[in-house]
């Protein structure tokens, strides 16, 4: 097998970070005037639903987008104060373009999203698409009764489902508009909560001002207000930030630890302006670097390693399993023992938490249409006679090997559908594909991402494979491979089913440790 095929993309991972999003701008939003309630339910009779609202007045922003100091989009964002039924709200709009390089293949991807919030930020509704495939993934949103009613479509399939809430949380503008309505000053502290695009969670926002400071940016240097951050999601990951503010709370630079991504607020003019390609490949540029090579990575059984989180704790983000066992050394070291899981074998990690399947392991969801008819037809030409979980699960892996010709880095993150008919794509599509069939042949079956040793390069890669629950235990499978398994030369940061509109939550702690990540083979 070349080396190509097994160069893995980190798609998914840039998704999540950019919250690719985008919607129909003519869209109308599902939401009523007061309160938010969704206009598409039996709650809201038709009388209830408002037309859209006279535009009073606004305020246009344009930023840039840099990851290592490399331009790689443009995004603007546009408030304007409107009324309803006489309540005043904020009708908030906006769009990034980013387009990228993943192993020398460039990947352009777009994002528009449209919300409305009231003037102290508390999220009404909302209307966003995933454009990470060839078809969108459509987000919507509106907060009513304590919940945030969430409604997803993707390929024809429509789902709902529900999270939490409360009053006080913002929208998506909300960061920002707590700045511009109330500037902070040096040594003050603020907290908020408010719902982060593109994994639809809410998240606790703390805010330290620090002094002022001299800052570069395109247009000048200028005295800005400096002001930590971190964002505190509900499963435990917080990811580091910085901003930049003026006197009035305007925001003109802001930095996340997640990718290292920076944000420059700029004239139109000059987030329009064409630019050189920029020289920055997410595929190999992100690489983790291991101190001495694997031989036979993936024919190994059981392999340990040391691993170091640069400002954080490793012991906390990679996962523990059957296959894969973490002890912490210290706040910012860990070791990770991986095992090669096989059904049947006693070689694995004997300390695993129990992890039996659930409801949404075997159920078609937005990302995993097991129900879809062409993925149905190819579960059963794939696995003919047999009956065997274990022999259909390592079939249907090679199938999906042998399907997938077109091995491109173009996408995102496509859904199963999608790649059921087009047969392309990366470690991503190769996942989602085979979790589908085998959730259609009856097994339990879910995505796990990490990294990946490439004995050619010398380092680990960000990978997605699947996992498949047979003979009692969860077995990963990697249809990029196909080796009826996979050896120990992967690290496992999480796994999830992809049910919901939350579903890229679940990917967080791939971000937190991109760029901060040391591997040391023991």
């Not at 511009?180 to 408010?194: C, F, Q, S, W, Y």
């Not at 969670?201 to 400071?213: G, L, N, S, T």
């Not at 901003?243 to 009035?248: A, M, P, Q, S």
């Not at 920076?262 to 920055?280: C, G, M, N, Q």
């Amino acid at each position: 097998m070349t080396a190509k095929p097994l160069r893995i993309a980190c798609a998914f991972v840039l998704a999540v970070s950019f919250g690719i999003l985008g919607c129909d701008p003519g869209a109308d939003l599902p939401w009523t005037a007061t309160g938010g309630k969704p206009a598409d339910t039996d709650d809201a009779p038709e009388a209830d639903r408002q037309p859209p609202a006279p535009e009073a007045s606004g305020r246009e922003t344009w930023d840039i987008y840099t990851i290592q100091d490399s331009r790689v989009g443009y995004g603007r964002t546009s408030v304007k104060e409107v009324s309803r039924s006489g309540q005043p709200l904020l009708r908030v709009e906006g769009m990034m373009q980013v387009t990228v390089k993943r192993f020398g293949e460039e990947s352009k991807q777009e994002m528009r999203f449209e919300s409305m919030e009231t003037p102290e930020g508390v999220l009404v509704g909302f209307d966003v698409t995933m454009e990470q495939g060839r078809v969108p993934v459509r987000v919507m949103g509106s907060a009513f009764g304590g919940q945030l009613r969430l409604e997803t479509v993707t390929h024809g399939k429509k789902t709902t489902s529900k999270i939490p809430w409360k009053p006080e949380y913002g929208g998506f503008h909300a960061p920002e508009q707590t700045l511009l309505d109330k500037p902070m000053k040096p040594g003050e502290k603020r907290t908020i909560h408010a719902l982060i695009l593109g994994v639809f969670q809410v998240a606790a926002i703390e805010m330290h001002a620090k002094d002022y400071e001299p800052v570069k940016l395109p247009t000048g240097t200028r005295d800005l207000l400096c002001i930590d951050t971190i964002t505190r999601f509900p499963d435990g990951t917080a990811l580091k930030g910085t901003v930049w503010t003026d006197r009035t709370g305007e925001m003109f630079k802001e930095f996340t630890q997640a990718m290292n991504l920076t944000t420059y607020r700029v004239p139109k003019e000059i987030a329009l302006e064409e630019t050189e390609p920029s020289d920055l490949d997410l595929g190999l540029d992100i690489a983790v670097k291991l101190d001495r090579p694997i031989v036979n990575p993936h024919e190994t059984k059981q392999i340990r390693y040391r691993v170091e989180l640069e400002g954080g704790d490793p012991a906390t983000v990679f996962a523990s399993g059957i296959s894969q066992k973490v002890e912490s050394i210290d706040p910012h070291t860990a070791e990770v023992t991986f095992y090669a899981v096989r059904p049947g074998d006693d070689n694995v990690n004997p300390d695993a938490p129990a992890d039996p399947p659930t409801r949404a392991d075997r159920e078609p969801n937005n990302f995993i249409q097991s129900d879809d008819a062409v993925i149905v037809a190819d579960a059963k030409k794939a696995t003919g006679d047999r009956t065997d979980p274990w022999q259909v699960a390592v079939a249907l892996e090679k199938y999906v090997h042998d399907e997938m010709t077109e091995k491109n880095f173009s996408q995102a993150f496509a859904t199963a559908a999608e790649v059921a008919k087009s047969r392309e794509g990366d470690c991503s599509e190769h996942a989602v594909f085979l979790a589908a069939l085998a959730r259609a042949r009856g097994i339990p079956a879910r995505v796990a991402f990490g990294l990946i040793y490439l004995a050619p390069e010398k380092a680990f890669f960000y990978h997605m494979w699947t996992e498949v629950y047979v003979r009692g235990r969860w077995v990963p499978l990697d249809a990029v491979l196909a080796r009826g398994g996979i050896g120990a030369a992967h690290l496992k940061l999480g796994n999830s089913d992809l049910e919901g509109a939350t579903a890229m939550s679940a990917l967080l702690p791939v971000i937190q440790v991109i760029g901060r990540l040391k591997v040391e083979r023991l």
